[in-house]
């Protein structure tokens, strides 16, 4: 089997799909922002993001210890544990929701008078936690078809929600819902995708047979996944903090005009993550099992992993920071331009911890929950500190600040332990040659913006330019050569 093929043809459908269902959101962002005020736009946002926080604990780590299970059980052909398993996911699932949605339901009143300070909350929490409810059945979707690398329908479905909920959206607020209807309308998205999900799951030829006869539940298979998931759900946990904090800080210590900012630029730099995160989908699953059969081509893998990673995200991220101002202006009205120098922060951060993310999940892929989760509550820690010093006299743009730390902060970590970890080198020549591409990039695109003006044409004049020539210096300081290029095209291309 050429895992090199399996992990490309798997990124490929998460990164599609990723790059469709960011265009479908961030047009979802674009109308928000035209129909709602900043305010309202920033309420939506911050209970959103509170809601999420909460009901996802009921993770705790199970989803991690399913997919690593999972995977496992599928490479030694033990479907009656796979199966039970799944069925144990779900019913812990079900079970923390139902406490979690419960908390929160009571509880809605008081923290829209005193955390949210604005009654309209208490609708839109209500509206979040129905979502939060059938997203519960989407999440346990969405790990069977990771841990059975159905990746095609893993990464279908939040492209779906997007366009469920644009729609839904774009209808609630011409019949005047105000800012229920983005609530509103993620609620009901949610439910589709995840009834949908269900019915297609029962259709993968040979799953079905997972869903024939009685389940007998015993509580080692239960055992089972919460001796790995218990150390991996201190990681994910982790991993809230870096999804939410920066939100709710902003909410408690800033405004709900810096959380609207906020929420514009960080989508964008998000645009980066969708590389690693389509890496990591498929390499958790196919490092599970590369370990699990003892093969060494996990380690050149990593080591691959790593240098084409970075060589794809320069050419995206270098223009991201340097044409923020640019970007905000383009895309949004006047007063979100202040979001442009955290949108340069957040892209910085998001380019040092691309390859932290992929150290992480294949040292959880290896079965090391307790390192995972050691690299993910550094950054995680450091990001929270720093946001509760930054914020207040910094607002929104200390949450970028925050967040480059943080995440070089992981980045060291990850290198630092996997390297203690697996046999392989870390391609630091490699790296550095990719850092003096990347300053050809920008000295090119500056010189490049002065000869065809500042105009839209302009500007992306300058940064296809700036591509051109990165792509150029690649080859001349060989940090990839043409025998290499045509070497992963090989091993990648059907014969």
């Known amino acids: 089997m050429s895992y090199t093929k399996v992990v490309v043809k798997g990124t490929f459908w998460f990164l599609l799909f990723s790059i469709l269902s960011a265009g479908v959101f961030y047009l979802w962002r674009l109308m928000l922002t035209r129909e709602l005020s900043t305010s309202d736009v920033g309420l939506f946002f911050a209970v959103f993001s ?22 496992k059980y599928r490479t030694q052909g033990r479907w009656t544990l796979l199966r039970e398993t799944l069925v144990w996911l779900l019913l ?28 309209d909350a208490v609708h839109l929490i209500y509206w979040l936690l129905l979502m939060a409810g059938f997203a519960t059945i989407y999440s346990f979707l969405t790990v069977a078809f990771q841990g059975l690398r159905e990746i095609r329908w893993y990464a279908m479905m939040p492209f ?15 019949r005047g819902w105000g800012v229920d209807a983005p609530a509103a309308g993620y609620a009901f998205a949610v439910i589709v995708v995840a009834c949908l999900a269900a019915w297609q799951l029962t259709r993968i030829e040979g799953v079905q047979k997972l869903f024939v006869g009685p389940v007998k539940l015993k509580r080692q298979t239960l055992n089972s996944i ?22 709710l800080v902003l909410t408690a210590q800033g405004s709900l005009t810096a959380v609207a900012l906020y929420s514009v630029a960080q989508p964008i730099a998000m645009l980066l993550r969708y590389v ?15 370990h699990t059969l003892k093969d060494r081509r996990l380690n050149e893998g990593v080591r691959q992993v790593q240098k084409y990673l970075m060589l794809l995200l320069l050419p995206i991220g270098i223009p991201i920071v340097t044409l923020a101002p640019q970007i905000i202006a383009f895309l949004f009205p006047p007063e979100y331009g202040a979001a442009a120098q955290t949108l340069q922060f957040l892209t910085i951060a998001q380019i040092l911890g691309a390859v932290a993310l992929v150290n992480t999940y294949v040292l959880l892929g290896m079965g090391k929950p307790r390192i995972f989760a050691g690299i993910l509550v550094t950054g995680a820690v450091l990001n929270l500190l720093l946001d509760l010093i930054l914020v207040p006299s910094w607002g929104v743009v200390g949450v970028g600040i925050a967040n480059v730390v943080a995440q070089a902060g992981m980045l060291i970590v990850s290198l630092w332990k996997l390297q203690t970890t697996v046999d392989y080198r870390t391609p630091w020549r490699a790296w550095m040659k990719m850092g003096i591409a990347g300053v050809i990039l920008v000295l090119t695109m500056d010189t490049a913006k002065t000869m065809f003006g500042p105009g839209v044409l302009g500007v992306g004049a300058a940064t296809l330019i700036g591509i051109v020539a ?8 060989r940090a990839l050569t043409i025998d290499e290029l045509r070497g992963l095209i090989a091993r990648v291309m059907p014969r």
């Open 50 to 71: 509170f809601v999420n926080v909460i009901t996802n604990m009921r993770e705790l780590g199970a989803s991690s210890a399913v997919v690593q299970l999972v995977a």
């Open 226 to 247: 919460f001796k790995f998931g218990l150390p991996a759900s201190i990681g994910t946990a982790a991993t809230w903090v870096f999804a939410s904090v920066d939100p």
């Open 92 to 119: 812990w699932y079900a079970f923390l929701a139902a406490i979690f949605i419960a908390v929160v339901f009571i509880a809605a009143k008081p923290l829209s008078a005193y955390y949210f300070k604005d009654i």
């Open 276 to 290: 690693p995160k389509a890496i990591t989908v498929v390499m958790f699953p196919v490092s599970v099992e590369l």
């Open 470 to 477: 990165y792509g150029g210096s690649i080859f001349l300081l």
């Open 160 to 174: 779906a929600v997007g366009i469920a909920v644009l729609g839904m959206t774009g209808l609630l607020l011409r």
